[in-house]
């Protein structure tokens, strides 16, 4: 009587581990996805016109300190797999 008792135990602590990774990676994957829309939106600010002044200053605006962290992110999850 003990062994199914242990086994259902067992089973509802391997869904509880598993279902609590699967949230932490949900998690994890939103706190992504909402930095690079933040990192879109300000790239769909730019201007359409094909004037250097207008381009210059599209140039000046956008920032590119972050693409060195999104390199070493991709990079991590090359050499995880």
């Known amino acids: 009587m003990t062994k199914p008792k242990n086994f259902l135990l067992l089973l509802a602590a391997i869904a509880f581990v598993a279902l609590g990774g699967m949230a932490y990676m949900v998690y994890y994957q939103d706190q992504i996805l909402k930095n690079m829309d933040n990192a879109t939106l300000t790239l769909s600010k730019q201007s359409t016109s094909s004037e250097t002044e207008f381009i210059e200053n599209d140039?000046?605006?956008?920032?590119?300190?972050?693409?060195?962290?999104?390199?070493?992110?991709?990079?991590?999850?090359?050499?995880?797999?």
């Open 59 to 81: 140039l000046t605006d956008t920032d590119f300190a972050d693409l060195d962290q999104e390199l070493s992110l991709i990079e991590k999850e090359l050499e995880s797999d």
